[in-house]
T-cell receptor
Framework: AQKVTQAQTEISVVEKEDVTLDCVYE???????LFWYKQPPSGELVFLIR??????QNEISGRYSWNFQKSTSSFNFTITASQVVDSAVYFCALSEAGGSEKLVFGKGTKLTVNP | SAVISQKPSRDICQRGTSLTIQCQVD?????MFWYRQQPGQSLTLIAT?????????ESGFVIDKFPISRPNLTFSTLTVSNMSPEDSSIYLCSAGYNEQFFGPGTRLTVL
């Protein structure tokens, strides 16, 4: 069975601090996809990244970066120089096969960035 | 990317009534998904809706309570039947190839 664990329930930082959100997953599949979504207070779910199981390269997009390590089954998300607008709940998710399959979500990490 | 819209955006309903939520995608997709997010919780998949076939429900969700229609490749509906206060949640639909996009959600409050 697939499972996603986000052990950090809530994180609070001060603006400009770097913060890492942890994600550990379990799956028996050799082909799978990992996702991160952002859910700001307004409630919509914003897609951030999709990574397939065969691509362990780290990814950087502006202040966001992702570290995928199959050896530890982790897909961690780092925000550099955090801003108040980064305050949201962040979900890590896992899907099998082609990426258009159903998602299994972690419980989410609520990030609060204080000015 | 897929743009997904949902109607209604929110509703307040009385116990025992039913509400149908509509989901429209701006492109044709094979599968659409319906999720529930209870207050302060994560997202849980209700069912997968394929065009031309019956929806596939996850454990704990049944067709009588959450009937789903999928009349074409861009549209789906989810009905929440015989509602109780425990059904108060955000209901989200999603679709897409590779990157799975979500609609804005329907905030349902049952009194």
């Amino acid at each position: 069975a697939q499972k996603v664990t986000q052990a950090q329930t809530e994180i609070s930082v001060v603006e400009k601090e770097d913060v890492t959100l942890d994600c550990v997953y379990e799956t028996r599949d050799t082909t799978y996809y990992l996702f991160w979504y952002k859910q700001p207070p307004s409630g919509e779910l914003v897609f951030l990244i999709r990574r397939n199981s065969f691509d362990e390269q780290n990814e950087i997009s502006g202040r966001y970066s992702w570290n995928f390590q199959k050896s530890t089954s982790s897909f961690n998300f780092t925000i550099t120089a955090s801003q108040v607008v980064d305050s949201a709940v962040y979900f890590c998710a896992l899907s099998e096969a082609g990426g258009s399959e159903k998602l299994v979500f972690g419980k989410g990490t609520k990030l609060t960035v204080n000015p | 990317s897929a743009v997904i819209s949902q109607k209604p955006s929110r509703d307040i309903c009385q116990r025992g009534t039913s509400l149908t939520i509509q989901c429209q995608v701006d492109s044709q997709v094979t599968m659409m998904f319906w999720y529930r997010q209870q207050p302060g919780q994560s997202l849980t998949l209700i069912a997968t809706a394929n065009q031309g076939s019956e929806a596939t429900y996850e454990s704990g969700f049944v067709i009588d309570k959450f009937p789903i229609s999928r009349p074409n490749l861009t549209f789906s509906t989810l009905t929440v039947s015989n509602m109780s206060p425990e059904d108060s949640s955000i209901y989200l639909c999603s679709a897409g190839y590779n990157e799975q996009f979500f609609g804005p959600g329907t905030r349902l409050t049952v009194l």
